[in-house]
């Protein structure tokens, strides 16, 4: 049974910075990549960062300068920090974990930026 848990969402203010995280748990040997993907109220839910288990990471373009993915795979996590953010950021958060071409979902964790 594999767990996908995220952590740090919260209220933040246009311009501030929130980072989360995310805990991958269960009986894995390896995580092929773990990405973090936000859905806003009407919207379909999109990439964000994605960080593969050599380091390599991809970016959506909205977001490219502004948040950071880094992930330690021994540990089983990966965080995003979010800087300068922008009330368009306002979304559920997401954590997946790709391991053997299987897919594991976190619940999520909500993210609102205020103007």
């Known amino acids: 049974q594999v767990q996908v848990v995220e952590s740090g969402g919260g209220l933040v203010q246009d311009g501030g910075s929130l980072r989360l995280s995310c805990v991958v748990s269960?009986?894995?040997?390896?995580?092929?990549?773990i990405g973090w993907y936000r859905q806003a109220p009407g919207k379909e839910r999109e990439l964000v960062a994605v960080?593969?288990?050599?380091?390599?990471?991809n970016y959506a373009a909205s977001v490219k300068g502004r948040f950071t993915i880094s992930g330690d795979n021994t540990k089983r996590t990966a965080d995003l920090q979010m800087n300068s953010l922008k009330p368009e950021d306002t979304a559920v958060y997401y954590c997946?974990?790709?391991?053997?071409?299987?897919?594991?979902w976190g619940v999520g964790t909500l993210v609102t930026v205020s103007s």
């Open positions: 997946k974990a790709r391991i053997y071409g299987m897919e594991y």
């Open positions: 269960g009986n894995i040997f390896n995580i092929n990549t």
């Open positions: 960080i593969g288990s050599s380091g390599s990471t």
